[in-house]
């Protein structure tokens, strides 16, 4: 009799454990979860990191186009096509 009791408690602390173990792994604040959830945050903050690589970048520009007249010469030449009296253009093709 104390050979079965012995061998149920074990059995009923063995089924626990195995519970608490699939519980932790996989419940919604499991080991999965926070790894996921990990990933997650490590792709946003780079994602951030770019975004104020970006914004330091066009800000430089604004001050630049601002302040500095030969980037508000450039500016007009590339975007606006504007051209100097006098000067010549020479269109090319476009592949």
């Known amino acids: ?3 079965l009791i ?10 626990l454990t195995l ?3 699939l ?3 996989f419940n919604e604040r ?5 790894r996921s959830q990990s990933q997650k945050l490590t792709a946003i903050e780079a994602e951030i990191r770019k975004v104020e690589s970006d914004n330091n970048q ?6 630049a186009l601002r302040t500095d007249p030969a980037a508000i010469e450039k500016l007009a ?9 006098g000067e010549v253009v020479l269109v090319t093709p476009e592949k």
């Open 1 to 3: 009799m104390q050979g």
């Open 6 to 15: 012995g061998r149920i408690a074990l059995s009923v602390f063995g089924l």
């Open 19 to 21: 519970a608490m173990l």
């Open 23 to 25: 519980l932790a792994m």
């Open 30 to 34: 499991g080991a999965l979860q926070v």
């Open 58 to 63: 066009l800000g430089n520009e604004i001050k």
């Open 77 to 85: 030449r590339e975007e606006l096509k504007l051209v100097k009296p």
